[in-house]
Nanobody, 124 residues
Framework: QVQLVESGGGLVQTGGSLRLSCAASGGTSSIYAMGWFRQAPGKEREFVATISWGGDTTYYADSVKGRFTISRDNAKNTVYLQMNSLKPEDTAVYYC?????????????????WGQGTQVTVSS
């Protein structure tokens, strides 16, 4: 059974940086595209970024483009989200998502596996 475990969240000031990690275990050969979503209080979960299995294709939400970078290390079964120039509006619980399909599956919110989330809080 696939498990995704996020880490790296925390409290940071505006303009700061954080790097989130998502480690996959159990049946990882079934995971192709991976991505990140976030959910702020009182809001719906929204897409943040996704990356293909080979890492050659990435997509970002407009709100994070140029500030966030998604990457992956398949040898470690881990995907990362480097977040720079953080803003208070980036405050949310960040969720890792894995799919048996491609990046379009992630973008559509139809990924098969979810982590439990990690809190990111950006203070003004």
């Amino acid at each position: 059974q696939v498990q995704l475990v996020e880490s790296g969240g925390g409290l940071v000031q505006t303009g700061g940086s954080l790097r989130l990690s998502c480690a996959a275990s159990g049946g990882t050969s079934s995971i192709y595209a991976m991505g990140w979503f976030r959910q702020a209080p009182g809001k719906e979960r929204e897409f943040v970024a996704t990356i293909s299995w080979g890492g050659d294709t990435t997509y970002y939400a407009d709100s994070v483009k140029g500030r966030f970078t998604i990457s992956r290390d398949n040898a470690k079964n881990t995907v990362y989200l480097q977040m720079n120039s953080l803003k208070p509006e980036d405050t949310a619980v960040y969720y890792c998502n894995g799919a048996r399909g491609g990046t379009s599956t992630i973008k559509a919110g139809l990924g098969d596996y979810w982590g439990q989330g990690t809190q990111v809080t950006v203070s003004s």
